[in-house]
């Protein structure tokens, strides 16, 4: 085994996931239609809705608009994250998992492969996101462009790990529904990719106490952060302990002897 | 070859560093509820420190040769003359009853007070710290400038909605022209041709003609997301080529930005609360708002058109003047 064989199944893994993303041409456009219509509806009606309060990394006031942006991009990584994993219940009813699975590589491997494959799909959907909010002068300055791309590829792994997870404990494609419900809605609302931690503070404490550690807030402050030239270290080392815990769970649920499958009577 | 390399290197960071001294400014804001004033340092957008400096400070200005400042103490009912570098009060000047806005005349050796309560413009020689004459105006006179050919005294009343044109060598008005309501500000352009007035009911900014004293054009707003009730301009600046012009729509939390050949709104800048007053950078690449609710000035980069930064100053930011 050496690493060529390493080399070609992760790059078959990630031309399968590109090659379904390009060829699907709605699942593209549906995938920048959720966050724009976020952004040109929902952010237009709460132009003036967040008051007044520089927090960083803002050094002026904002509009609703630019403040959602991080959000937004988080989202798309949300609900990517959550397709893949919904992809891989898909393949592991048609049998096409098995096939994956039965690849003389280490399962980490592969799954890592599996992980990076939909976070480069994800990454791909951010920048086109990005240019198109340009023209709607959300302008964010040109180095934070470049310091994203490794805030997304941390943010879309963790966000990926955390959807193999769930996959590992879905049987079927119907039970998806209920990830839909009981993470990904809970998630996103209790984030701060809507509206900032002080502004939830003033409603509840405990609310504002569940977005602090919330990974998916961390992650999108990261996003925010990152976007303007400035690193978060805190955000980003939460990322990465979700990510690594995300991960190694989902690992674990993913091994026939140990893991959910068995419990459940295999894949 | 390396020569030329080292050269070039060194010619650019010493141009950094002439450009750097240059927006080594000061901006000085009157902060009206904490009886001081505030000192910032644009380019690292931090306050430096606030100075006492007396009861109910709004109207600011530096002299031309920027040493001194003049600041309208309106609850002492005087104008107080600030060394601009120790802040030591050098002396008063007899303003009349509450003072808010004034003008200096380009020599700086006159300067004329707005008594909105005694509907009067006051007429100040500043070296014999006397008052000249009182010129009796519209009701509760508010803008006051002067043109930059020292031909024009303007004084605009906001309840007579009148703009006095007051002739600076007899002090006496010769012209009035009746403007949109409550007219708040008034502005020259450069050249003296043209005098921009804002209106903070109607919402409009016009402009007038200084040979005719007609209103030439008016100008109104829209803010998306805005009602038009909060749109109320105030403070009005026109930059030296008459490119552009700005101003303070006050409760809107905007400053507009007007193409001031063609009028056209070109766009509107996201500020802080309740803008009222403007001023540019001496190199006029700067534009710096005072926003009197959130108790902040905004730093606006021209070049780029957007606004940088916020830097809090204090409670009521009112007034603003720029020392090079």
Redesign the interface.
């Known amino acids: 085994m050496n690493l060529m064989h390493y080399w070609r199944a992760m790059w078959g893994i990630i031309g399968r996931e590109l090659w379904r993303f390009v060829t699907q041409r709605e699942r593209f456009i549906s995938a920048l239609v959720r966050p724009l219509v976020w952004l040109f509806v929902f952010a ?1 009606g709460f ?2 809705a967040l008051g ?1 309060a ?1 927090t960083p990394p803002y ?5 609703y608009e630019v403040y959602i942006t991080p959000g937004l991009i988080g989202m798309i990584q949300l609900f990517n994250g959550m397709q893949s994993s919904l992809s891989m219940v898909y393949d592991r009813e048609m049998g096409s998992m098995r096939i994956l699975m039965v690849c003389p590589l280490p399962r980490w491997f592969l799954l890592l492969s599996k992980l990076l494959a939909g976070t480069g799909v994800s990454i791909l959907q951010v920048y086109v996101f990005l240019g198109i909010s340009w023209f709607y002068d959300i ?1 964010a300055p040109w180095q934070g462009y470049l310091w994203i791309l490794p805030a997304l590829v941390l943010s879309g792994l963790m966000l990926g790990a955390l959807g193999l997870l769930l996959s590992s404990f879905i049987k079927q494609l119907e039970n998806f529904a209920g990830v839909m419900n009981f993470v990904i809605f809970p998630m996103f609302f209790m984030s701060t990719a809507l509206y900032p931690l002080w502004k939830m503070k003033e409603s509840s404490a405990f609310l504002s106490q569940l977005a602090q550690y919330n990974p998916f807030s961390q992650a999108v402050e990261m996003i925010r952060f990152a976007l303007y030239g400035q690193f978060n270290q805190q955000a980003c080392l939460y990322t990465l302990v979700a990510f690594v815990v995300f991960m190694a769970a989902a690992i674990v649920g993913y091994n026939p002897s140990k893991g959910m499958m068995v419990k459940k009577g295999g894949g | 070859m390396k020569h030329k390399v080292l050269i070039g290197v060194l010619t650019a960071t010493l141009a950094t560093t002439l450009l750097g001294l240059a927006r080594a400014e000061t901006v000085f804001v009157t902060l009206e509820k904490d009886n001081a004033l505030a000192v910032v340092d644009p380019a690292a ?1 931090t306050l430096v420190k606030t100075v006492p400096i007396g009861q109910r400070p709004r109207g600011i200005a530096l002299s031309p040769d920027n040493k001194q400042l003049y600041i309208a103490t309106s609850d002492e009912n005087t104008i107080k003359i600030v060394d601009a570098n120790s802040f030591k009060i050098l002396g008063k000047l007899p303003s009349g009853e509450d003072p808010e806005t004034f003008a200096l005349n380009p020599a700086g050796d006159k300067l004329y007070v707005s008594n909105e309560d005694d509907s009067l413009v006051t007429v100040i020689d500043i070296a014999k710290k006397k008052v000249i004459k009182k010129i009796k105006v519209g009701v509760e006179p508010e803008g006051i400038t002067v043109s930059p050919d020292n031909k024009w005294l303007i004084s605009v009343s906001e309840t007579t909605n009148m703009v006095h044109w007051i002739n600076t060598k007899n002090n006496t008005i010769e012209a009035n022209t009746l403007v949109d309501p409550r007219p708040r500000a008034a502005s020259f352009t450069a050249d003296s041709q043209q005098l921009w007035v804002t209106s903070e009911m109607a919402g409009t900014v016009m402009i007038l003609d200084s040979q005719t004293q007609q209103v030439i054009k008016t100008i109104s707003f829209e803010v ?3 009602t038009n009730d909060k749109i109320q301009p105030v403070g009005v600046v026109i930059d030296k080529d008459r490119n552009r012009a700005y101003v303070a729509l006050g409760p809107a ?1 905007r400053v507009a930005v007007i193409n001031a050949k063609t009028f056209e709104v070109e766009k509107v800048l ?4 309740r803008v009222w007053n403007l001023a540019f950078s001496p190199d006029q690449k700067h534009l710096y708002t005072t926003n009197g609710v ?1 108790n902040d000035i ?2 606006i980069d021209l070049d780029t058109q ?5 830097v809090g100053v204090g409670t009521y930011p009112w007034g603003v003047a720029i020392k090079p």
């Not at chain 1, 050094?59 to 509009?63: A, N, P, Q, S």
């Not at chain 2, 996201?270 to 609360?273: F, I, S, T």
């Open positions: 237009a132009r003036a007044l520089i050094e002026t006031y904002i509009l302008h | 957008g998306s997301g805005i939390n996201l500020v802080g609360q959130s905004s730093l957007t606004v940088t930064k916020s």
